[in-house]
């Protein structure tokens, strides 16, 4: 990469960066995507009522359990 000056910039000498510079990156990355898919789920499932959580198999005591949850736990 040329620098305004005109120089090679040294920074940016082939190495990559962001998620895929790092292997743990990426684990964090999936982890984090499962806990706001988790949460997002158990809150879509806390907006429905009994009729709904029926037509998705959860009676109320699985769907109250389920909903309960901290997003962290599967």
């Not at 982890?31 to 907006?47: D, K």
Request: charged letters at 30%; hydrophobic letters at 35%; zero cysteines.
């Amino acid at each position: 990469m040329t620098s305004m000056s005109g120089t090679h910039d040294k920074r940016r000498s082939g190495t990559t960066t962001g998620p895929t510079a790092n292997p743990k990156a990426g684990s964090w990355l999936s982890h984090l995507t499962g806990w706001r898919e988790r949460r997002a789920l158990r809150r879509a499932l806390a907006r429905m009522d009994a009729h709904l959580w029926a037509d998705l198999g959860f009676d109320e005591a699985a769907a109250r359990e389920e909903m309960d949850k901290p997003f962290w736990r599967r």
